[in-house]
């Protein structure tokens, strides 16, 4: 069974940067869509951005286009988060997660097979 571990998060000023890292163990990556979530305090998770297992398509939420950026390297079984231009409303808990399959439903929660525990970014105004 994957498990994830994320890492980066932290706090930063509106206007910063963060680069999240989730890295998987127990097997590859390699076949596996990847996405992000966030859930900030009192409200419901949410989709941020997901890729594809050859990183040749990804989505992105509307609220975070054009800021943030998904990759991933195989090769160290890892999926990046390049977050830009941060936003008080980016505060959140950040979690990954992978998907068995095809990119249908990458949105959504439920298609989602494995978690991680999640780290925190929050950004002050």
């Known amino acids: 069974q994957v498990q994830l571990v994320e890492s980066g998060g932290g706090l930063v000023q509106a206007g910063g940067s963060l680069r999240l890292s989730c890295a998987a163990s127990g097997g590859t990556i390699s076949s596996y869509v990847m996405g992000w979530f966030r859930q900030a305090p009192g409200k419901e998770r949410e989709f941020v951005a997901a890729?594809?297992?050859?990183?040749?398509?990804?989505y992105y939420a509307d609220s975070v286009k054009g800021r943030f950026t998904i990759s991933r390297d195989n090769a160290r079984n890892t999926v990046y988060l390049e977050m830009n231009s941060l936003k008080a409303a980016d505060t959140a808990v950040y979690y990954c997660?992978?998907?068995?399959?095809?990119?249908?439903?990458?949105?959504?929660?439920?298609?989602?097979?494995?978690w991680g525990q999640g780290t925190q970014v929050t950004v002050s105004s």
């Open positions: 997660a992978v998907k068995r399959g095809g990119v249908d439903g990458i949105s959504l929660l439920r298609v989602y097979d494995h």
């Open positions: 890729i594809g297992w050859s990183a040749g398509y990804s």
